[in-house]
């Protein structure tokens, strides 16, 4: 089974009432991942 096939079985799991702070780190994450880009495009051109 892949990664994202156990961290969607996992969410399956998950209570309702927590979802949406599953979802909001999901989201963090996705943030992050943008920063570390624009960072990384930055110190390419300098």
């Keep these: ?3 994202k096939a ?3 079985n ?3 799991q998950v ?3 927590f979802l949406d702070e599953v979802s909001d780190f999901v989201h963090f994450l996705k943030a992050k991942i943008i920063k ?3 960072n990384t495009a930055k110190e ?3």
């Design 44 to 46: 390419e051109i300098n």
């Design 15 to 17: 209570l309702e009432s």
């Design 36 to 38: 570390e880009k624009i």
């Design 10 to 12: 996992e969410i399956e």
């Design 6 to 8: 156990l961290l969607i």
């Design 1 to 3: 089974m892949s990664k």
